[in-house]
């Protein structure tokens, strides 16, 4: 049995980040209930190919990865708690076999991320923070380039979310210094632009979140062509609503700059 394909790239949706940038559009209810028909298909692959390959530390971080993806449509916290120790479980397994796998590393911060949102506001889910920091610190270690940039990617998304100190570790500083990373090793890959685009925003600096979005812009039509198939229509979706909202966000500064 060949390992499921994976539904995306994944996003980094992690504790406290990234809702979509504007509200979904009417229409994408019945989108959003297709790709979680997917996500659900997707995850009982993964779960009886690790059931016939329990050895297999790749078949574990694939669970691990499919865990996540459904845990994005989960329809109440309870579910999405369990797919996350699912997938958290996943994962230690894979690790047990192969200390040094950096997918294993990832998806496991990806499935603490999950967990932290079940459980927020509490303060468990705070500390998972740093168990979520620690793990997408080994991958990056690893594998920087892995996902995309996913490990430098989703360091800069939880420094840019999450609370400051001392609080948490939320910090500006080492959001840019990520976000940049993540962009300059994987620059043709829409999430980077947009991250970084959406970042400048939120701080307040149009002007690199501008010159963000010419990038992006630059790249798209190549990005449309090579990122193809089903497993990247969620990712797209996404996209393109993300982008709308910043295009829309930044007219709205200019038209009213004095």
């Known amino acids: 049995m060949p390992l499921p394909t994976p539904l995306r790239a994944q996003g980094c949706a992690v504790f406290l980040l990234v809702a979509l940038a504007a509200a979904a559009a009417p229409g994408q209810t019945a ?3 297709t790709f979680a028909a997917r996500a659900e298909t997707n995850f009982f692959q993964a779960q009886k190919l690790l059931a016939t390959q329990p050895g297999d ?5 694939q669970l691990g990865r499919a865990s996540f993806d459904w845990a994005e449509f989960a329809t109440n916290e309870t579910q999405r708690a369990a797919l996350a120790q699912t997938g958290i479980a996943a994962c230690r397994q894979a690790l047990a076999r192969e ?3 950096a997918p294993a590393h990832y998806y496991l911060a990806m499935n603490f991320g999950q967990l932290a949102e079940a459980e927020a506001p509490s303060i468990a889910a705070y500390k998972l923070v740093k168990e979520i920091e620690r793990e997408f610190k080994a991958a990056d270690e690893l594998d920087e380039k892995l996902d995309f940039a996913g490990p430098p990617r989703c360091l800069g998304l939880l420094y840019r979310d999450a609370p400051g100190w001392p609080i948490s570790i939320g ?3 080492k959001a840019r210094e990520f976000l940049e990373r993540a962009a300059a090793l994987a620059p043709d890959f829409p999430e980077n632009q947009l991250n970084l685009a959406e970042s400048h925003l939120r701080w307040h600096q149009p002007g690199e979140a501008e010159k963000a979005l010419k990038k992006l812009d630059a790249l798209w ?3 449309q062509t090579n990122l193809v198939g089903e497993g990247w229509e969620q990712s797209w979706d996404e996209w393109r609503t993300r982008r709308t909202a910043v295009q829309a966000e930044l007219q709205k500064i200019y038209k009213h700059a004095p």
């Open 31 to 33: 989108t959003n209930r």
């Open 57 to 61: 530390a790749a078949a574990a971080w």
């Open 99 to 101: 200390p040094k796998s």
């Open 171 to 173: 910090s500006k500083r």
């Open 221 to 223: 039509p190549a990005a």
